[in-house]
């Protein structure tokens, strides 16, 4: 009989109908493949019951992030063949269920099921949180929010450096993570136009670092809002360290019950993507409210690709049951017009896609240098879901699959004026 390595590497090509590019290690030790090739490694029978109970992402996740699958070699590789044997091939028409039509496949799917041992499906990883439809409350959002911030900041500061910026930076030649940071910070400041004095409010402010940076290069009032307790007390700290209390509040507050505008500027970096279609135009109005006439929102916001029937969408699996329960993307277009039919005049929309990548590529790369640290600091499998999602996002970024935009939106007075300089690329005051 055939090593397991050898007998998975012939089963998976009757099923793909093609050459599989990768090389495969299998529990039995026995290895086939190219010698030189990434090495997808699958450490026991529970693998392929995972992959043959949820075909397709939500499988290979589970697999993935209990540790039953893992790879040798080059992880953006591997990463590359994955994207077309499994999501592009879905995307295409050309998934599992239609390739079970042919004969040898449904033969070969059959003698995988053997393979893989008794037909018991695993239970879900302990970090897979539990499905459920997306309401976007109060409650729903707090809980989302937990789950993918409260992870610790001892974390976070592994992944994210000094900075501790969990959004696309904005990058020069030669440049490095915490000066591309604070480039990010300083632009988004510029674009707001603003003036000491002024009242700046930052909406999902996360671990302080745009409040920091607006009160004290730009002196105004800061206050900022987030949902997790761990990012306000880290933030809070912050800014005592930085002697601005006097200046910046942080508060444990959903955007929805601020009510103390009109505000000079609002940031929202990196936010937005959480609060749900449904939810969108509600969100935009309530920033509209708590502006005053000229104020200006700068609103940076992950975007996916426009589908030719947008009823069809669906939020990614493996995001939505491991990274960020509730997320959803939405094109730019969907964005703009929201914050459009919100009263916004929007000025100015620059895409920063390819500095995601960058920024990603950094934050994997901490990551995997302090990678011993990171597993004690939370668990195996929730130091495995961060690997996974960012080195992914990257790749995704890179094959323009999503993208991430600056959009400067002004709640422009009734006469006309929106107060902004006649060449708004310089972002001058």
């Known amino acids: 009989m055939a090593d397991a390595a ?47 109970f949820k075909p397709g992402e939500l499988g290979l996740a589970r697999a993935w992030v209990a540790g039953d699958l893992d790879i040798e070699g080059d992880l953006y590789g591997v990463l590359e063949v994955m994207a077309g044997l499994v999501w592009e091939r879905e995307e295409g028409g050309r998934g599992l269920l239609r390739t079970l039509r042919d004969p040898d496949a449904r033969s070969a799917a059959g003698e995988l099921l053997r393979l893989a041992g008794p037909p018991i499906p695993p239970a879900p990883p302990g970090e897979e949180v539990r499905r459920r439809r997306h309401l976007h ?19 976070y500061e592994i992944v994210l450096g000094p900075s501790m910026v969990y959004s696309c930076a904005y990058w020069e030649d030669g440049g490095t993570l915490e000066s591309a940071q604070r480039d990010k910070l300083e632009l988004i400041c510029r674009k707001l136009g603003l003036t000491p004095g002024q009242r700046l409010l930052d909406v999902g402010c996360g671990w302080g670092a745009m409040a920091v940076h607006a009160a004290r290069e730009h002196g105004v009032g800061v206050v900022g809002v987030t949902l997790s307790q761990e990012q306000a007390a880290y933030a809070r700290k912050r800014v005592a360290d930085e002697g601005l209390t006097d200046r910046v509040e942080i508060r444990v507050q959903d955007y929805r019950d601020v009510r103390d505008g009109p505000y000079d500027a609002i940031s929202s970096i990196g936010m937005a993507e959480h609060v749900g279609a449904e939810r969108y135009l509600e969100y935009a109005t309530d920033l509209y409210g708590l502006l005053k006439p000229g104020g200006r929102l700068l609103n940076h916001q992950i975007a996916r690709r426009p589908q030719s029937d947008e009823t069809t969408y669906q939020v990614d699996d493996f995001i939505d049951a491991y990274v960020f329960p509730d997320g959803e993307l939405a094109p730019l277009g969907t964005t703009v017009t929201q914050l459009e039919r919100a009263g916004f005049e929007v000025r100015d929309v620059e895409s920063i896609r390819e500095h995601y990548a960058l920024t990603l590529r950094r934050w994997v790369t901490r990551l995997e240098d302090d990678w011993p640290r990171a597993v004690r600091l939370t668990s195996p499998g929730r130091a495995r879901v961060w690997r996974l999602y960012m ?17 400067l939106a002004v709640r422009t007075p009734a006469p006309g004026a929106s107060g902004l300089p006649l060449r708004t690329r310089t972002w001058g005051a």
Do not use: K, M
Not at 27 to 44: E, H, M
Not at 391 to 407: D, M, S, T
């Open 6 to 52: 050898s007998r998975l590497t012939s089963l998976a090509e009757r099923l793909l109908g093609e050459p599989l590019p990768l090389g495969v290690r299998a529990w039995d030790g026995s290895r086939s493949g190219p010698p030189d090739a990434p090495t997808l490694v699958v450490r026991n029978r529970r693998a392929l019951r995972r992959l043959l």
């Open 391 to 407: 080195a992914a996002c990257a790749l995704a970024f890179e094959r323009n699959r999503i993208g991430v935009n600056q959009v």
């Open 137 to 155: 409350t109060r409650h729903s959002d707090r809980r989302a929010i937990s789950h993918h911030y409260d992870v610790g900041n001892d974390f």
